[in-house]
């Protein structure tokens, strides 16, 4: 995982045409017209931000998967696997060499042990979600409404509040991971129990180690259809009134931290943040802690607003935020605009005016 602030570079570098020529020579065979160049990367993102990536292969299985990355490995080309491109800001000057893009989603459940087997290019909600709810299966439910393939998921040990009313412990992807099928490092297919994955909040052993999820076996329990639809209708609805909708204000979640007890959306909040635009990039009113695209907003606006929070909030309350997504490509150095402070947008009601209400 590559950390804030990404090494800059004022211009794309570019692979050897040679180099290049023999990564098409060696993924042609296998990836035939799957196989693009140039290609932008922006929409596959969350935050529709980043440039394009040299070439490109979209698999749909398993092996697709691991094929790719081991002719990768093999000729020493850079490459990078891409789920649903929610964690990540993608560098203006693109990405060199292969971008994978994760689209393997085989699933089957087995109804006599509760378990169920999908590959790691799956989309966790709908499709994932779904299947386990639709064969009364409970232990994915609370995930609702998150993008995130399977293989991000276990890479960031996916994580939500248990169920309302209580909410009173954060519930992980970890706890119905049974075993997955990963690619190691060094080359290996190998069947790894949960343990291997060494999770913490916001960690696994993915972050450290160049090994990928081919495929995973989550362990569900028959669950209460009745119980599970409603836990799915309240966490939907949680998110809707919190974070900013995808569709319309293109985002990745949180960008710093969390800092236990303290709060990274509080300090940015307390800081008088919220609304600070840099080019495209905006600190939401609706949550101070998400950055939304507005429209046109580059890796370099992303950066330069990163740094100028984190400047101010250590200025004010001594505190350094870390970001917790990831930083893939090439980037150019932060826009050097000046920023500017939107105004809360009417019918926005944040968490501070939500606890407000909720008390009186
Ligand atoms: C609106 C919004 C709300 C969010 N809410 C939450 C939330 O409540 N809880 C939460 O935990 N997260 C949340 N996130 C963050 C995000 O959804 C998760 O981090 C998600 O797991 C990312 O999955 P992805 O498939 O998009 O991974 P990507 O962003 O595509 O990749 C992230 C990293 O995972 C690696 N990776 C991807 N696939 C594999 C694989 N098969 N094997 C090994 N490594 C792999 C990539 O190489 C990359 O380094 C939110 C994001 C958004 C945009």
Redesign the pocket.
């Known amino acids: ?1 590559s950390a804030f602030p990404p090494p800059y570079c004022p211009e794309a570098s570019c692979l050897a045409p040679q180099v290049l020529q023999r990564a098409v020579d060696a993924l042609a065979p296998h990836a035939g017209d799957a196989l693009q160049h140039n290609v932008p990367l922006a929409p596959y993102t ?1 935050f529709k931000i980043g440039g394009p990536a040299d070439l490109f292969w979209e698999v749909t299985s398993a092996d697709e998967l691991a094929t790719a990355l081991q002719v990768a490995r093999d000729l020493d080309i850079p490459h ?9 800001v993608v560098g203006d000057h693109g990405v060199r060499g292969l971008v994978i893009r ?1 689209a393997a989603h085989h699933l089957r459940i087995n109804r006599e042990t509760h378990q169920l087997y999908v590959e ?1 290019g799956a989309t966790m909600y709908p499709d994932v979600i779904h299947a386990a709810v639709d064969a009364g299966l409970s232990g994915l439910e609370h995930y609702v409404g ?4 399977v ?6 040990n ?3 509040l248990s169920p309302a009313p209580e909410r009173e412990r954060t519930m992980f992807i970890e706890e119905v991971v049974h075993e997955a099928d990963i690619l190691t490092e060094d080359g290996t297919r190998q069947t790894v129990g949960v343990d291997y994955f060494d999770y913490g909040y916001d960690y696994s052993i ?1 972050h450290d180690r160049d090994d ?2 081919l495929a995973t076996t989550f362990q569900l329990e028959p669950g209460d259809p009745e119980r599970m639809r409603r836990i799915m209708e309240e966490n939907l609805e949680w998110r809707s009134l919190r ?1 900013p909708p ?1 569709d319309t204000e293109p ?3 949180s960008i710093f931290k969390k800092i236990e007890g303290v709060g990274a959306g509080r300090l940015i909040d307390g800081a008088g943040l919220k609304g600070m635009r840099i080019g495209g990039a905006e600190v939401t009113h609706r949550h101070a802690n998400i950055f939304v695209n507005r429209g046109g907003a580059t890796a370099a606006d992303v950066c330069a607003l990163i740094r100028r929070v984190q400047q101010t909030v250590e200025e004010e309350t001594g505190y350094h935020l870390d970001t917790e997504i ?1 930083f893939v490509g090439e980037f150019a150095p932060p826009s050097k605009a000046e920023p500017q402070f939107m105004p809360k947008p009417e019918g926005i009601v944040t968490a501070a005016e939500r606890a407000k209400m909720a008390a009186e």
């Not at 990078?80 to 990540?88: E, I």
């Not at 998150?146 to 393939?149: C, G, K, L, M």
């Not at 293989?151 to 960031?156: K, N």
């Open positions: 995982m969350t990078h696997v891409l789920g649903t491109g929610a964690n990540l994760n790691s998150i993008p995130s393939t293989g991000g998921a276990l890479w960031q996916l994580h939500f993915l990928i999820v974070h995808l985002s990745v979640g990831d």
